[in-house]
């Protein structure tokens, strides 16, 4: 809250800084001068994003780093030390590191899908949100059937005007901490990226109204069929343009950086899958698309693991 080109709230954080500072969690936001989520009708989770290297998403837990001019731990003991405390895990942003793709599929094979369960899939720009999405496929090439790995819509929200519209819904049979945990550890939801970064603040700078362009709406799942006897997968949605099945992406050399990722291939489309008609490929997965005139609106689903008897 204290710091960024537009920063002018006061800070709810003590002074003299707590020795984590910026690190710690906020939590319980009670603490920090915030009402409870449940007086704003929200479930709150503990969490932070560990921001000392590579950014990590850190959940369920009270996890924080040291200052990240004294000295912080490395990624993996970080990584460790949530897992540790229950928490779950995801690779934010990963396209802003230079990383190669060898280091991202042994870090997800040295770390469980209890614990690292995926990486975020949006970015600030549309480039780097490609980039990530290609990522994403050569992890599951490489990975499954095996190992899932989970694809989360995250805006990166530093400041009101700069806003990627992404976000997660969650499909929950109550609304409780416990019931978010088991759905992204089970891909029991889908992600929305939209085309645009949106900006919400007045008087700063450039700005369109989002809601003179964009109305806002997006492709909404209503269930998910597979029929193992037919081997089809079936998906019933609304207010969608297309629907896309990728899969089978061109392998890329381990060594390659971000800007070498190539993503997987459209298989077929509609809105039923014949998975048997599809190549030896370990797994595919669903793109629900909304076509507007800044381009599209795109629903992302959760891989489906493909075992060849």
Not at 74 to 100: C, I, W, Y
Request: hydrophobic share 40%; net charge negative.
């Amino acid at each position: 809250i204290d710091f960024g080109a537009y920063a002018d709230e006061a800070s709810p954080y003590p002074n003299p800084r707590p020795p984590n500072f910026p690190a710690d969690t906020t939590w319980p936001w009670t603490a920090y001068g915030a009402p409870s989520p449940e007086a704003l009708g929200m479930l709150g989770i503990e969490a932070a994003e560990l921001t000392c290297g590579f950014h990590v998403g850190s959940f369920f837990n009270d996890y924080g780093t040291r200052s990240c001019e004294q000295d912080p731990p490395p990624m993996e003991e970080q990584m460790r030390d949530v897992e540790r405390r229950g928490g779950l895990a995801t690779l934010n942003h990963p396209f802003t590191d230079q990383k190669s793709l060898e280091w991202h599929t042994r870090l997800f094979r040295e770390h469980s899908a209890d614990s690292l369960v995926g990486l975020e899939l949006a970015g600030d720009e549309t480039k780097s949100t490609e980039v990530s999405i290609a990522l994403w496929d050569q992890l599951l090439g490489a990975l499954m059937p095996d190992r899932p790995i989970r694809g989360f819509g995250t805006s990166d929200l530093h400041l009101l005007t700069r806003t990627r519209f992404a976000f997660t819904v969650f499909l929950l049979n109550e609304l409780t901490s416990e019931g978010v945990k088991a759905a992204m550890r089970s891909g029991q939801f889908y992600s929305v990226v939209g085309p645009k970064i949106l900006s919400f603040a007045q008087g700063r700078g450039p700005r369109d109204d989002p809601r003179a362009v964009y109305d806002g709406t997006y492709p909404s799942l209503r269930a998910i069929v597979v029929d193992r006897d037919a081997q089809k997968i079936s998906i019933d949605a609304t207010g969608y343009d297309e629907i896309v099945w990728i899969a089978r992406p061109s392998p890329s050399d381990a060594g390659a950086g971000a800007a070498a990722w190539r993503a997987g291939e459209i298989v077929q489309r509609g809105p039923v899958l014949d998975y048997s008609a599809v190549a030896a490929t370990p797994y595919v997965r669903a793109g629900v698309i909304r076509n507007t005139d800044l381009g599209p609106v795109r629903l992302f689903l959760s891989p489906f693991a493909l075992r060849r008897p």
